[in-house]
């Protein structure tokens, strides 16, 4: 089986101006390329594979060496790939592609909320290509993080969101069947305080939350939704912004020095979650408590 690296490689090799990099909890691999005409080598990825068709494109897939009907693709079509898939492709025009590869913890996770079976419904959406506008639009948000070297909390919410939505239009479009949520009591979200003011710069995944609690991805999400009415990723920019107020109206420490320590991004990255949330910038906060 073919890494995502050795795949990237191959592009290179093709002149695709491919780039890549690992998002959230490196379990997502994110490329933005540009394909010239040309064939791709069979490979075979040991990962699921999701490819967003940015430009159209007519291209030929032969899938464990029986040729596929040769397809004209459109800006926004949207195809799934299982892991373990022999694929070799034919580009006979120019294309730009969004390919994001998905570790196989990940998308366990992920699946454990719909009562069906993943090679069952990854069989349904690898035989046609399909049109999602928020599938479509949670990619561009994962190749921002993957230029950007975004959130990783962030960037982990952003590709469960990704998976999930693609499983509920899999598994039936509408009225996905999903396991009950457990409960997050006050002591448990007391304990996720804790490590989130506790880890390296304030830096912490999804999964690890989960793990904390003893919960799969989903049902944690579903759980954190529950107890708090927020999902993960804005209970726990809650917590940061209240850290990094209290330091700001408690202590001199520098501004740049708190957004790190409370884990944002950056001290810009702050100021817009204060501004959004607070209507107030750092600065001005820390002038109006002196």
Same mark, same amino acid.
């Given at each position: 089986?073919?890494?995502?690296?050795?795949?990237?490689?191959?592009?290179?090799?093709?002149?695709?101006?491919?780039?890549?990099t690992?998002?959230? +909890?490196?379990?997502?691999?994110? +490329?933005?390329?540009?394909?010239?005409?040309?064939?791709?080598?069979?490979?075979?990825?040991?990962?699921?594979?999701?490819?967003?068709?940015r430009s159209? $494109?007519?291209?030929?897939?032969?899938?464990?060496?029986?040729?596929?009907?040769?397809?004209?693709?459109?800006?926004?079509?949207?195809?799934?790939?299982?892991?373990?898939?022999?694929?070799?492709?034919?580009?006979?025009?120019?294309?730009?592609?969004t390919?994001?590869?998905?570790?196989?913890?990940?998308?366990?996770?992920?699946?454990?909320?719909?009562?069906?079976?993943?090679?069952?419904?990854?069989?349904?959406?690898?035989?046609?290509?399909?049109?999602?506008p928020?599938?479509?639009?949670?990619?561009?948000?994962?190749?921002? !993080?993957?230029?950007?070297?975004?959130?990783?909390?962030?960037?982990? $919410?952003?590709?469960?969101?990704?998976?999930h939505?693609?499983?509920?239009?899999?598994?039936?479009? =509408?009225?996905?069947?999903?396991?009950?949520?457990?409960?997050?009591?006050?002591?448990?979200l007391?304990?996720?305080?804790?490590?989130? $003011?506790?880890?390296?710069?304030?830096?912490?995944?999804?999964?690890?939350?989960?793990?904390?609690?003893?919960?799969s =991805?989903?049902?944690?999400t579903?759980?954190?939704?529950?107890?708090?009415?927020?999902?993960?990723?804005?209970?726990?920019?809650?917590?940061?912004?209240? !850290?990094?107020?209290?330091?700001?109206?408690?202590?001199?420490?520098?501004?740049?020095?708190?957004?790190?320590? !409370?884990?944002?991004?950056?001290?810009?990255?702050?100021?817009?979650?204060?501004?959004?949330?607070?209507?107030?910038?750092?600065?001005k906060?820390?002038?109006?408590?002196?």
């Amino acid at each position: 089986m073919h890494s995502f690296e050795e795949i990237l490689g191959e592009a290179r090799y093709r002149d695709a101006n491919a780039w890549n990099t690992r998002v959230g +909890s490196a379990q997502v691999g994110v +490329s933005e390329m540009n394909w010239p005409p040309g064939r791709l080598r069979n490979l075979t990825a040991k990962y699921t594979t999701v490819v967003v068709y940015r430009s159209a $494109a007519c291209i030929q897939h032969e899938i464990c060496g029986k040729p596929r009907p040769k397809r004209r693709f459109a800006p926004g079509d949207i195809v799934v790939r299982p892991s373990n898939m022999e694929c070799a492709t034919e580009f006979f025009d120019p294309v730009r592609l969004t390919v994001l590869a998905v570790e196989n913890e990940l998308v366990r996770s992920v699946t454990t909320a719909f009562n069906a079976d993943v090679a069952e419904v990854i069989g349904r959406l690898e035989a046609r290509p399909f049109r999602s506008p928020l599938v479509e639009g949670l990619a561009t948000q994962l190749a921002a !993080c993957a230029r950007t070297g975004g959130d990783r909390l962030y960037a982990d $919410a952003v590709s469960f969101a990704l998976l999930h939505e693609i499983w509920r239009l899999a598994d039936g479009g =509408i009225d996905a069947r999903e396991v009950k949520p457990s409960t997050l009591d006050a002591g448990m979200l007391a304990r996720i305080d804790e490590v989130v $003011a506790e880890a390296p710069n304030g830096q912490v995944s999804l999964g690890s939350l989960a793990k904390l609690a003893g919960m799969s =991805i989903s049902t944690f999400t579903a759980a954190m939704r529950e107890a708090t009415g927020l999902t993960p990723y804005r209970y726990v920019l809650n917590r940061r912004l209240a !850290c990094a107020r209290h330091l700001i109206e408690t202590t001199c420490a520098p501004l740049a020095d708190i957004a790190i320590r !409370c884990g944002f991004a950056s001290q810009s990255h702050m100021t817009d979650v204060f501004r959004s949330k607070l209507g107030v910038t750092p600065g001005k906060l820390r002038r109006s408590t002196a």
